[in-house]
T-cell receptor, first 115, second 113 residues
Framework: DTGVSQNPRHKITKRGQNVTFRCDPI?????LYWYRQTLGQGPEFLTY????????KSRLLSDRFSAERPKGSFSTLEIQRTEQGDSAMYLC?????????????FGPGTRLTVT | GESVGLHLPTLSVQEGDNSIINCAYS??????FIWYKQESGKGPQFIID?????DKRQGQRVTVLLNKTVKHLSLQIAATQPGDSAVYFC????????????FGRGTSLIVHP
């Protein structure tokens, strides 16, 4: 399977704990995006990397959230001191520079439940 | 503020019928509109886009219509199949210097065999 992969697929954590998600984009894609999606809503943009540079961050990305893409390949999204409001599906997507940003390929997502 | 939204949350159709999913937008400065399909347990999948200087664009079994006068676009699916059952999102190409798409609320399409 050469698509975008995300791990874990599901994560249940207690409020106050830290969690980290991983995204492996399509290998030749140099752009990588993180989104959050709640039930019935469209994905909400969180942040975007081109290679290892984090070029854009949404206001939704509070100081408890941090994303990295150290070598321009896989990316991690960490949420510190999780809150119940963080429960959502976290989607990763990738695309090629030179294509429109909206021509993204999405992964299956990581579903986070904060209890 | 600017928004992209859908008229109906759920649309039920019979297999073989044509489906029409509608979307209203408010940002007249948007220059691209995009439709995505999201199947259960998967991320959204790009279906088709339309530039604001076009009224109609056709793909494989899908047609998108854009009416800039009333700020409305629609996705028409011909001969709907059970595999078309999914949530459909319209999105606009980001404005204000960002080109990241802004998604509206989804419409769930249910195709009955």
């Amino acid at each position: 399977d050469t698509g975008v992969s995300q791990n874990p697929r599901h994560k249940i954590t207690k409020r106050g704990q830290n969690v980290t998600f991983r995204c492996d984009p399509i290998s030749e894609h140099n752009r990588l995006y993180w989104y959050r999606q709640t039930l019935g809503q469209g994905p909400e943009f969180l942040t975007y990397f081109q290679n290892e540079a984090q070029l854009e961050k949404s206001r939704l990305l509070s100081d408890r959230f941090s994303a990295e893409r150290p070598k321009g390949s896989f990316s991690t999204l960490e949420i510190q001191r999780t809150e119940q409001g963080d429960s959502a599906m976290y989607l990763c997507a990738s695309s090629l520079a030179g294509q429109a940003h909206y021509e993204q390929y999405f992964g299956p997502g990581t579903r986070l439940t904060v209890t | 503020g600017e928004s992209v939204g859908l008229h109906l949350p759920t649309l039920s159709v019979q297999e073989g019928d044509n489906s029409i999913i509608n979307c209203a937008y408010s940002n007249s400065a948007s220059d691209y509109f995009i439709w995505y399909k999201q199947e259960s347990g998967k991320g959204p999948q790009f279906i088709i886009d339309i530039r604001s200087n076009m009224d109609k664009r056709q793909g494989q079994r899908v047609t998108v219509l854009l009416n800039k006068t009333v700020k409305h676009l629609s996705l028409q699916i011909a001969a709907t199949q059970p595999g078309d059952s999914a949530v459909y999102f319209c999105a606009e190409k980001g404005s204000g210097g960002s080109y990241i798409p802004t998604f509206g609320r989804g419409t769930s399409l249910i195709v009955h065999p």
